[in-house]
Nanobody
Framework: QVQLVESGGGLVQSGRSLRLSCKGS????????MGWFRQGRGNQREGVSC????????YYTDSVKGRFTIFRDTRENTLYLQMDSLEVEDTAVYYC?????????????????????WGEGSQVTVSS
């Protein structure tokens, strides 16, 4: 069964760190352009970060630049999002996907489309 399974979310205080994992099963993440998205309560699903399939080039939305890092471990077949210096505004459900839309190098909002794989979402809550 082809799927992406996320883990690593939780409740943390502002300024702390979390690492989200997105493990692929039933297919290899090698060569896929991947993305992390998030959706806060009442908000549109926002593009957070992308990593290209050809050369692992990374992109970030402005609000997380310098704080978040996207990377993949091909041995573990897992995509990661390291989140440091978390802020209350980072509170959201985070999704990984075999998808990414960029405009001027900035990840864009996106909803699931056919032939894409999406995780089920992982809640991240940052308290003040």
């Amino acid at each position: 069964q082809v799927q992406l399974v996320e883990s690593g979310g939780g409740l943390v205080q502002s300024g702390r760190s979390l690492r989200l994992s997105c493990k692929g099963s039933g297919f290899s993440l090698v060569g896929w352009t991947m993305g992390w998205f998030r959706q806060g309560r009442g908000n549109q699903r926002e593009g957070v970060s992308c990593i290209t399939g050809t050369d692992d080039k990374t992109y970030y939305t402005d609000s997380v630049k310098g704080r978040f890092t996207i990377f993949r471990d091909t041995r573990e077949n897992t995509l990661y999002l390291q989140m440091d210096s978390l802020e209350v505004e980072d509170t959201a459900v985070y999704y990984c996907a075999t998808a990414c839309s960029l405009t001027a190098g900035i990840p864009q909002p996106r909803e699931p489309e056919l032939n894409e794989y999406w995780g089920e979402g992982s809640q991240v809550t940052v308290s003040s």
